[in-house]
């Protein structure tokens, strides 16, 4: 069973950092790209960090890129996204995703938000003092 959850979320200071991590049960990280999306209130989902292919490609959207770094751990099936140099910027719900990358690229399935076909419930970030 294709399954992801998240977890690592919580309250932080600005500036300290934090490491997230999704659990992808049943996926593998060769046919798959596993996405870290955010969403913040009031505001559209956007993409965070993204990893997948044989290669282990990554892609990180503006947002991300200098801060986060997304990783893998194949015998746990575990994706990580650690979060470095926090704002309160950063504060929304982070969710994994996932979709097969047979038909795309690790890039466009970063860039686009809602397509993804398998999600995990979330995990809060609140980044506050």
């Known amino acids: 069973q294709l399954q992801l959850a998240e977890s690592g979320g919580g309250l932080v200071q600005p500036g300290e950092s934090l490491r997230l991590s999704c659990k992808a049960s049943g996926f593998t990280l060769d046919d798959f790209v596993i996405m870290w999306f955010r969403q913040a209130p009031g505001k559209e989902r956007e993409g965070v960090a993204c990893?997948?292919?044989?290669?282990?490609?990554?892609f990180y959207t503006d947002s991300a890129k200098a801060r986060f770094t997304i990783s893998t751990d194949d015998a746990k099936e575990t994706v990580y996204l650690q979060m470095n140099k926090v704002s309160p910027e950063d504060t929304a719900i982070y969710s994994c995703?996932?979709?097969?990358?047979?038909?795309?690229?690790?890039?466009?399935?970063?860039?686009?938000?809602?397509?993804?076909?398998?999600w995990g419930p979330g995990t809060q970030v609140t980044v506050s003092s």
């Open positions: 990893i997948g292919g044989k290669e282990r490609t990554t």
């Open positions: 995703a996932a979709d097969l990358l047979a038909l795309s690229t690790v890039q466009a399935l970063c860039e686009n938000p809602y397509e993804a076909d398998y």
